[in-house]
């Protein structure tokens, strides 16, 4: 047979087996055995913390053979929900079926009723991939669904749902799985498989998955798959790039010391022992934590890296100021690292400062006292003082941009219905537009600061200043905004005009039209324009014709 991953082998079974999320088993344990069982549920949490585990298990408990809130994995339905084969439990992947033709599809099956079980179940995954379109083709099924239907969606983005849904659904939200919890599953699976451990390796595992009880399984299958039926703590952190808690404490001593030699040695193995050096930043940055814990609060349960002895070791070490420099310069560092090209001449360049830190303290200028002669003054006579008139103090007038038209206030909509531009007009919009009309733009786009306090325009100003401009072309404006809550605001039809009226006035035009983007859209949008440039798939300018009308009509 072929070889099925640790985290498939060892999938919970029953609610008792599921790691952490006490509070979600509980809720649907009672739920189950009151008989208070929704039509529709919303799991939603980090990846890796149970959600669709818990989906399969609770349509379990909903059509075993033996009752409902049973999992005697046993009958036929049990089994073959274990398998993945049972009729009435259907799982679909949101990612790959998100259209409103596959979601109209799925409607049309639903009023048929369960082949074997008592429900039918549809666990929907990532649900978030759906588009508005295909949400808005379900709301109703979701809102009344017949009574043998139960909708169990999985998602780890609920803020991308629309509120319509959320409104629909019971929500349970995972939470990280706790590192007593995954240490504890961890063993009972390395007991069942044979396999050799030290405390200090698992504990290395269990850093490096974050609360992620699949990650943490992931990452032992392919440390064993590499160290064989044993797992050290040496070979977590040989694959991983990891160095051990005693080398990054004796590298922050080299630090603290002034140890320029020893700390560029260190640097140089890490780097050839394939170290990942942001990582290590922030292990350094957990380290000198819990110093400046010990040192402030001599409570030891408040640790998370250090022992107790290890800890007081280097607070008698290390002075408060000093602890406090090398925490700012590693949390500025993290910021760092996302804009240089090169990371380890970056955390060379911060150990360097860090290790002459003590040298740069600013040194007492000895004082010289020079004998001057003696002369004689004689005393001036002073000036009759000159009367100078007052002036009063002109108010300051603010100077408000020409384009701007005094009118009654400008409400913007919370909600209601949207534009929606296809990536393929989007990326049409991205050929045509103009770089020159767009930097225009930019430079005009601090005059809506002044405009924040305005009676009438302030709304809508303050929900343009939040965005930046990006694509301007002929008639039509895209701004891009960091959070999708905004850029679905722009986006509402009933605000449009009101955004217009003030884009208009920046730039000059009749007319315009204005759609907002989020961040990761047009970070998804640019890579797909750079595909098709690179492949020569691009429209060409010629063939391209872009019409205000038309697209307010979508």
Known sequence: MAYKALYRTYRPQTFEEVAGQKHIVRTLKNALATNKIAHAYLFCGPRGTGKTSMAKLFAKALNCEKGIGCQCNECSNCREVIEGTHPDVIEIDAASNNGVEQV????????????????KVYIIDEVHMMTANAFN?????????PSHV?????????????????????????????????????VDILNKEGVSYTDDAVKAVIALADGGMRDALSILDQILAYSGSSLKEEDVYSLFGLTSLEEKV????????????????????????????????????????????????????????LSEEMADDLAKLIDTRSLNEMIGTFLKA????????NIRTMFEVIILRLTTMHETAPIEEKKVVVEQPKVEVKPIEQPKPVEVPKVEPQPVVEEKPSWIKEGPKMSL?????????????????????????????????????????????????????DGKPFIVAKDVVVLEYDFSKLSSRVNIKENQANICEILKGMLGKEDVFVYAISRDESVRLVRAFNNLRQVSQLPKTSDISIDIKEIKSL
Not at 108 to 117: A, R, S
Not at 161 to 183: A, E, N
Request: hydrophobic content about 40%; charged content about 30%.
């Open 104 to 119: 109209r599809d799925l409607i049309d099956k639903v009023n048929y009723l369960p082949i074997k079980g008592r429900y």
């Open 137 to 145: 083709a379900l709301l109703k099924t979701l809102e009344e669904p």
């Open 150 to 186: 139960i909708f169990i969606l999985a998602t780890t983005e609920p803020h991308n749902i629309l509120p319509t849904i959320l409104s629909r659904c019971q929500r349970y939200d995972f939470t990280k799985v706790s590192d007593t919890d995954i240490y504890q599953r961890m």
């Open 250 to 305: 004796a590298f922050i001593k080299a630090i603290y010391n002034g140890d320029l030699a020893t700390c560029l040695k260190k640097i140089n193995a890490f780097y050839e022992g394939g170290v990942d050096l942001k990582r290590l930043t922030s292990d350094l940055l957990e380290i000198l934590k819990d110093v400046l814990i010990i040192k402030k609060t001599k409570d030891e349960s408040e640790l998370t890296v």
């Open 334 to 341: 993290q910021i760092d690292y996302k804009t240089v090209s």
């Open 413 to 465: 909509a919370e909600d209601g219905e949207k534009y929606e531009l296809d990536d393929e007009l989007i990326i049409k919009l991205m050929v045509v537009g103009d770089k020159q009309a767009r930097k225009d733009l930019m430079a005009k786009w601090g005059e809506l600061n002044s405009l924040i306090g305005h009676p009438s325009l302030g709304d809508v100003a303050m929900l343009l200043k």
